[in-house]
């Protein structure tokens, strides 16, 4: 077991008064796990990766990494936000390697880590170029490079593909799918896509309308080892599909 998520609660105070984002959030990541949250929208699922990755503080509760509470930001956690967030004027070297700029670590080693990535999936001859020349997919790709970069453990991923086109978003998911069973990680996937959501993950978490709270928490064991598109394929896809539609909150 390497995350626990254990009885998390978030109640923000603002001027107009409290609310309430999640209330008594349980449940566990195994390693090498992907795992998907979907909910409607201001349900908390933002707020729930924040926590996971020590940038909030729970009300109440705690979440656990290897039985340590997190406290504040830590290297283990790598965050993909729901843009690539590349900088402009920096070229994709100099993004890729942000990360390890910031945490004092850009030495030979880590460099050639990331020269490596960048090989295996296809973008050193876009090292020296700038995020403009490349297509939002090469984008995404960066972007994931660069969070793997500093070696996290666990990946968060923000509905990283909601910027794209339908088909872009398809062969990006598959993409970046592969590359994280690659490298061996555990991830965390907000997406408001169920179909998204049953062809990436081993299990989904449904959150429900504000404040959050866990629904349910569906496996989904016949999908486990495939890629995203040959779990489209699947005799089960309909069915967790189905099963997702239903359970979601929905205003009418
Ligand atoms: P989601 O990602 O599921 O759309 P969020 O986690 O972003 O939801 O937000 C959950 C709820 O908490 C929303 O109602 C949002 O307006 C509120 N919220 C989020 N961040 C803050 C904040 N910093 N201060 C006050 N309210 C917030
Ligand atoms: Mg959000």
Not at 104 to 124: I, N
């Amino acid at each position: 077991m390497i995350v626990e998520i254990d009885g998390v609660r978030k109640i923000y105070q603002t001027p107009e008064g409290e609310i309430g984002a999640l209330e008594d959030i349980t449940f566990s990541i195994e390693e090498g796990e992907f795992i998907s949250i979907v909910g409607p929208s201001g349900c908390g699922k933002t707020t729930l990766l924040n926590i996971i990755a020590g940038l909030e503080t729970p009300s109440g509760g705690a979440v656990r990494v290897d039985g340590t509470a997190i406290h504040g930001p830590n290297a283990r956690i790598g965050y993909m936000p729901q843009k690539d967030q590349l900088f402009p004027w920096r070229t994709i070297w100099d993004n890729v390697t942000l990360g390890l700029e910031i945490q004092g670590k850009k030495d030979a080693e880590h460099r050639a880590r990331v020269q490596e990535l960048l090989m295996r999936y296809g973008l050193r001859q876009f090292a020296g170029c700038v995020p403009s020349q490349l297509s939002g997919g090469m984008r995404q790709r960066c972007a994931l490079i660069r969070t793997l970069a500093t070696s996290p453990r666990i990946l968060l991923l923000d509905e990283p593909f909601s910027a794209l086109d339908y088909q872009t978003r398809l062969s990006v998911a598959e993409d970046i799918h592969g590359i994280i069973k690659k490298e061996g990680k555990t991830a965390v996937l907000v997406t408001h896509d169920i179909a998204e959501a049953v062809s990436m993950s081993d299990r989904v978490a449904v959150l429900s309308a504000r404040p959050g709270r866990l629904k349910r928490l569906i496996d989904q064991p016949e999908m486990r080892g495939l890629t995203p598109m040959e779990r489209r394929d699947h005799p089960q896809f309909q069915r967790y599909f189905n099963l997702l539609w239903k359970e979601i909150d929905r205003c009418a």
